[in-house]
């Protein structure tokens, strides 16, 4: 079983309520069994919302608010689903395909928390998690 970010696939969970959809990625998953997610709306952040980044460990929106918690519960809340979903299958999690550079699926980079689109290397708060727990984690912009 594959995770694969929601927005990937072309659900409108993206933080400006629009998608990042990816052919690639939807043509690499066929005939695979994958779960779509997004740590953020399942933390109960809204669509849209205010972009949020990663800096000194922590999560912050533009004007300042810390929302490290909601990055934290949304990335627990989904891989404790996605363990549910993987042991009633009885399916091991091959890996994921999470969006690059994002707070929360970023693998590798991620924006480096002065909105100036900087990026540096790190990981963001659901991959960390995911690596974290042994689970391959790779962007799609590793199969484009």
Known sequence: MYIISACLLGT???YNGGNNYCEAVEKLIKGHNY???????????STPRPPAEIRKGRVYRPDGEDVTEGFREGAKMVFNEVQRKSEEGGEEIEMAILKARSPSCGSGTIYDGAFSGTVIKGDGVFAQLLKQKGIKVITEEDIL
Do not use: L, R
């Not at 779960?35 to 952040?45: H, N």
């Open 35 to 45: 779960i779509a997610v997004c740590p953020e709306v399942t933390g109960g952040f």
């Open 12 to 14: 409108d969970c993206k």
